[in-house]
């Protein structure tokens, strides 16, 4: 099974601190995304990556950038966290190539409190 | 690019009847089609998908209709119970694309 994990379920900042998130694939997928999760909003994409050191905007990359120096890891980086920025984050990975379809593969989410 | 909209944003149905969600997308060239759960506390999950090359999937209590001349698509789950009660999110996407375009979700309350 795939598994895709994240550093922390939960998460309590101030505003101004620099925040990292981590998210870490174990089954050799070439694509890894960041989203934010919000009610009634449902899932936005921040960042994506198709590649080790490639990265591309998604929808709502203001106040984000993300990092990926190893295939399995990708990073979202808050370089100074703002209230606003309070929400549900999730990573998901999926594969590229034959055989492979667009179907992401979740992490269980880090619920991060800006105050 | 791709707008997916999701319909009801909530929905409560009794115990052992059937719930319906759906979905509608703007880009025609969009022909893959997932379904994904989120229980409390966890990540989505696929539980269905359909390509554009079909009408209708099923998969046991859950099955997955597209309507590729409205540009819509709908899940059915039958004969509800109460481990279905989640979120649930449609997706569009052009295949190879990669990049999905989620729905609102929609949250089903199975009443026991």
């Known amino acids: 099974d795939v598994k895709v994990t994240q550093s922390s379920r939960y998460l309590v900042k101030r505003t101004g601190e620099k925040v990292f998130l981590e998210c870490v694939q174990d089954m050799d997928h070439e694509n890894m995304f960041w989203y934010r999760q919000d009610p009634g909003l449902g899932l936005r994409l921040i960042y994506f990556s198709y590649d080790v050191k490639m990265k591309e905007k998604g929808d709502i990359p203001e106040g984000y950038s993300v990092s990926r120096e190893k295939k399995e890891r990708f990073s979202l980086i808050l370089e100074s966290a703002s209230t606003n920025q309070t929400s549900m984050y999730l990573c998901?990975?999926?594969?590229?190539?034959?055989?492979?379809?667009?179907?992401?593969?979740f992490g269980p989410g880090t619920r991060l409190t800006v105050l | 690019g791709e707008n997916v909209e999701q319909h009801p944003s909530t929905l409560s149905v009794q115990e052992g009847d059937s719930a319906v969600i759906k979905c509608t997308y703007s880009d025609s060239a969009s022909n893959y089609f997932p379904w994904y759960k989120q229980e409390l506390g966890k990540g989505p999950q696929l539980i269905i998908d359909i390509r554009s090359n079909v009408g209708e999937k099923k998969d046991q209590r859950i099955a997955v209709t597209l309507n590729k001349t409205a540009k819509h698509f709908s899940l059915h789950i039958t004969e509800t119970q109460p481990e279905d009660s989640a979120v649930y999110f449609c997706?569009?996407?052009?295949?190879?694309?990669?990049?999905?375009?989620f729905g609102t979700g929609t949250r089903l309350t199975i009443i026991p």
């Open positions: 997706a569009a996407v052009y295949f190879g694309n990669e990049k999905l375009t």
């Open positions: 998901a990975s999926s594969c590229q190539g034959a055989g492979c379809t667009d179907t992401q593969y």
